[in-house]
């Protein structure tokens, strides 16, 4: 069975420009996360969809950030400009009708020159 | 303070000896209490459930105390293939907040 799929895998750009992040969560899951990790501040949880609906994007850093569930198997994770400080691996996770278990994709890792 | 603390280790062990993860939350409203494992630079993954009853699988235990909101991890008889970093994880309902991690080092 297919996990929860990234793309892409490494990115690398300069500061100011955009990037999009896409994930597509495990067929059925209808709760869909996005976490930021780290090495300072560990794994950060910035927005939370729930049947494609935005239910929390309070970790969300601020304006520059954006996501989208247009439907049940696809979002995207937007920065726009991006900088420095958003270098870090960022994870898609899903999870059906409330089991605990949240499955996670590879993760993109970020780099921003 | 962090939601969900942990200390980030290492504990270097020799192969076969016991160890013990701890972590405290501080939101009493957290409902569901969990083990992650994170092996280096790859996704977490779900080690095990913590229950209030305490519950063991294989060589892991993982004990929850509500009153003093602490969560704990012991892993027994550790091999090399346990080094890894281990996060603990507090939940309200969908939403799960993850401590920085324990980093773990089995040596020969």
């Known amino acids: ?113 | 303070r962090k939601e969900v603390e942990q200390d980030p280790g290492p504990f270097n062990v020799p192969e076969g000896a016991t160890v013990a993860f701890n972590c405290t939350y501080s939101n009493s409203a957290s409902q569901s209490f969990f083990w992650y494992r994170q092996d280096c630079r790859k996704e977490p993954k779900l080690l095990m459930s913590v229950y209030s009853s305490g519950n063991e699988d294989g060589r892991f235990t993982a004990q929850l105390n509500r009153a003093s909101q602490y969560i704990s991890l012991l892993i027994r008889d550790s091999k090399l293939s346990d080094s890894a970093t281990y996060l603990c994880v507090s939940g309200a309902g969908n939403m799960l907040t993850f401590g920085g991690g324990t980093r773990l080092m089995v040596k020969p």
């Open chain 1, 1 to 113: 069975d297919a996990g929860v799929i990234q793309s892409p895998r490494h990115e690398v750009t300069e500061m100011g420009q955009e990037v999009t992040l896409r994930c597509k969560p495990i067929s059925g899951h209808n709760s869909l996360f996005w976490y930021r990790q780290t090495m300072m501040r560990g794994l950060e949880l910035l927005i939370y969809f729930n049947n494609n609906v935005p239910i929390d994007d309070s970790g969300m850093p601020e304006d520059r950030f954006s996501a989208k569930m247009p439907n049940a198997s696809f979002s995207t994770l937007k920065i726009q400009p991006s900088e420095p400080r958003d270098s870090a691996v960022y994870f898609c996770a899903s999870t059906g009708h409330y089991t605990g278990e949240l499955f996670f994709g590879e993760g993109s890792r970020l780099t921003v020159l």
